[in-house]
């Protein structure tokens, strides 16, 4: 009867929006959670009663709204939630009053649009989504962009190294060194992989579009999702929508 109230960890401390699944089945694995002081295997189920504990804190459910971010990342700044490995971390750059973690990745020589969240059912909506939502790149190289060049980037490359070939996309030149591409796939550091397989090495990326949600804020600063964007993006995600609870919409500069 008491089956139905149980719940897994890691979907656990998503919904508190401690971090996300992936983050919390890493916790688990390194032995920083605990339930009922006991430490847990991944996939272990906890009941309502149940006390939870990430480094000895205990994780309890205290949310009052979920906060849903654009950021947008200067290069140099890593996409990562461990604040005591990387010194430029995106959640020390941001310096958010709530704990927040990164919707996906951005390479720290990279920069552009980035989604945060305190929110982990959608980021693991948009992570399960992450090769069919569109992604928009603009990119500068070290030489002359020719045809051949832009239809064979369209047209999809073997990456040797990740035993994988890139799906269809769509590439349009700007300038003589400059292109657009639109991915629906998340190979780890795609772009740079597919223009080193063509012998062109990236000067400059910039992710400049996430689905729906555009770039539009100077570097370095972030605005929280308008109601019409977190609308839309959960259209675009999934058949359910969830409640949106009224984030606000000014632009906000980071307090580093």
Not at 72 to 101: A, H
């Amino acid at each position: 009867m008491e089956e139905p109230q149980l719940k897994r960890i890691n979907k656990f401390l998503s919904e508190v929006g401690f971090c996300s699944r992936r983050e919390a089945d890493k916790l688990i694995e390194a032995g920083r959670v605990t339930i009922n002081g006991v430490i847990p295997e991944k996939g272990t189920k906890i009941a309502p009663i149940d006390e939870v504990a990430v480094d000895g804190k205990n994780i309890k459910n205290t949310k009052e709204r979920f906060v849903y971010l654009a950021f947008n990342k200067p290069v140099g700044i890593v996409c990562t939630t461990d604040t005591s490995v990387e010194k430029d971390n995106i959640i020390d750059f941001i310096n958010y009053g709530k704990r927040i973690f990164p919707i996906g990745r951005l390479d720290k020589p990279s920069e552009g649009l980035i989604l945060l969240t305190d929110d982990g059912d959608i980021v693991n909506k948009i992570l399960r989504a992450s090769n069919n939502h569109e992604k928009e790149y603009v990119v500068t190289v070290d030489k002359p962009i020719s045809q051949t060049f832009v239809e064979r980037m369209a047209g999809g490359i073997h990456l040797a190294d990740l035993n994988k070939t890139t799906k269809k996309c769509y590439v349009e030149k700007l300038s003589t060194y400059k292109f657009k591409i639109i991915l629906t796939q998340g190979l780890n550091r795609q772009i740079r992989r597919m223009c080193d397989y063509l012998n062109y090495e990236v000067q400059t990326l910039k992710r400049v579009r996430i689905m729906n949600i555009k770039l539009d804020m100077p570097i370095g600063e972030y605005r929280e999702l308008t109601e019409t964007e977190f609308s839309e993006l959960n259209q675009l995600i999934s058949d359910s929508t969830k409640e949106y609870l009224g984030a606000k919409t000014k632009t906000s500069k980071h307090k580093k």
